[in-house]
């Protein structure tokens, strides 16, 4: 077998081998440089590790010294969920039999039974329980019994102030015044229902009520402007209109309340929209003049010249000058055909 020549040649050194004196030492070096280091760990950790065994076992002595109060702590918690459970099925179920019992009680065509059935409804807190408040008082007005639609009304305003169905409770607080004559009373609640709820709707209608009850109290002027004020905060409403009539009857019966300067414009537009009614009767006249005179200025023995501009129907002019006409035409038809027989008399016999 050959070698390449340039290639540089590479011996083969056998390991020498190690005497048992050689490893021995190695190895108790290697022990030594172990032990030292695992020396120095364990007195590197050993602060934490005491600390924090010290700690645990505090906190286990702890807890068996109070282990009373920490059982009693966990129970209190796992009751408060299993009551907080409890209380929202026992809410939702309650709200699911109101709602049944309420749509029951609707039913009831009778006033009377339908009170009696909205009666019997358990009232809670949740949304529904103003309505069937609400309802319960309307019932009851409807039914005669207003000592309990009071009470119902009144329960609505303080215990669900923040329903919608609070303002219309109050206005019927109000109604209940005003029907036993409480003008007073009434007039206190309607400003309330405007006070206390002024973007609700029954804040809206509330100057048409409080000017009723000030033209029953006799304050007028005061009523003269609670219309005004329902009429410019509602146009157009029904009970804007209801106010409109108010106001016509204060004119009737006060018309002090009234000023001069305030219908003195309308007398003027007024004024105004008859002339210009006037001028629109006056015009079909004078254009009904003219065109009889334009008719009369046709000669009658000229039919047929016409006047430019105008259009002469039958019924605009007058009889004398139709009868004219004709009898025109008529005579010149006669004198047409009595040459037209000479004509042909004269072609039979030649001279």
Not at 313 to 326: N, V
Request: aromatic share 6%; charged share 25%; net charge negative.
């Amino acid at each position: 077998m050959g070698m390449d020549v340039g290639s540089p040649v590479r011996f083969w050194r056998p390991r020498r081998p190690m005497c048992r004196m050689q490893r021995a030492s190695e190895r108790s070096m290697a022990l030594k440089s172990g032990r030292t280091k695992k020396k120095n760990l364990d007195i590197r950790d050993v602060g934490s590790m005491l600390t924090q065994q010290d700690e645990l076992a505090r906190w286990l002595q702890h807890l068996r010294e109070n282990a009373l109060l920490y059982a009693a702590a966990a129970v209190f918690v796992v009751v408060c969920i299993a009551a907080g459970v409890l209380y929202r099925a026992n809410q939702s179920a309650g709200e699911q039999l109101r709602l049944t019992a309420y749509g029951r009680a609707m039913q009831e065509e009778d006033a009377a039974a339908r009170l009696a059935a909205l009666e019997r409804i358990p009232i809670g807190r949740d949304q529904w329980s103003a309505e069937v408040l609400y309802i319960l008082g309307e019932t009851a007005v409807r039914a005669g019994a207003y000592e309990k639609a009071s009470q119902a009304f009144l329960r609505v305003c303080e215990e669900f102030g923040g329903s919608e169905f609070a303002p219309r409770a109050m206005e019927g607080l109000g109604f209940l015044a005003e029907n036993g004559g409480d003008y007073n009373e009434a007039l206190a609640r309607y400003q309330e229902v405007a006070q206390k709820w002024p973007a609700s709707f029954s804040a809206r209608i509330q100057p048409f009520n409080i000017g009723r009850v000030q033209e029953r109290l006799e304050d007028f002027q005061a009523a003269v402007e609670a219309y005004q004020s329902q009429i410019e905060l509602f146009p157009g409403s029904h009970v804007a209109r209801n106010a409109e009539g108010a106001l016509e009857r204060l004119r009737e019966s006060h018309p002090e309340l009234f000023p001069a300067t305030e219908s003195a414009p309308a007398a003027e537009v007024v004024s105004e929209e008859n002339l210009e009614q006037d001028d629109a009767v006056e015009a079909p006249e004078e254009a009904a003049a003219a065109l009889t005179e334009d008719a009369s200025a046709v000669a009658p023995g000229a039919p047929d010249a016409a006047v430019p501009g105008t259009v002469a129907e039958p019924a605009e002019i007058p009889a004398e000058s139709q009868k004219a006409t004709a009898e025109a035409q008529s005579e010149e038809e006669n004198v047409e055909k009595a040459e037209a027989l000479e004509e042909n008399a004269s072609g039979d016999n030649p001279a």
